[in-house]
């Protein structure tokens, strides 16, 4: 599965494998939509290769969602250096904690 997701000690954890695009989209939605107080959300990319427009997107809906929850936080954990410098393109390490 692309995409899957676990609560880790109160932090909602999304895993992401292979590429974050439109593709991507309805499981996305779902894995940080889903039921459970979350205080954080952590966003595992070890295992993704890439990310396109569509995923920014993503990304961007999953921010504005939190922003009506202005208690949750999320972080972006384990992306290659060639993520990690889309993510700054981007602008949205102004957005997410990136580690």
């Not at 979350?38 to 969602?65: P, Q, V």
């Not at 393109?89 to 580690?99: A, E, G, N, Q, T």
């Amino acid at each position: 599965m692309p995409i899957h997701s676990e609560f880790v000690e109160g932090a909602l954890v999304i895993h992401v494998v292979g590429t974050l695009d439109s593709k991507q989209q309805k499981c996305f939605r779902e894995a940080y939509m889903q039921d459970g107080v979350k205080t954080t959300i952590i966003l595992d990319l070890m295992a993704t290769e890439f990310i396109d427009s569509s995923g920014i997107s993503l990304l961007i809906g999953l921010h504005t969602s939190m922003g009506r929850k202005l208690e949750t936080r999320a972080r972006v954990i384990n992306a290659s250096m060639g993520i990690k410098e889309i993510l700054e393109i981007s602008r949205l390490d102004k957005f997410f904690d990136i580690v």
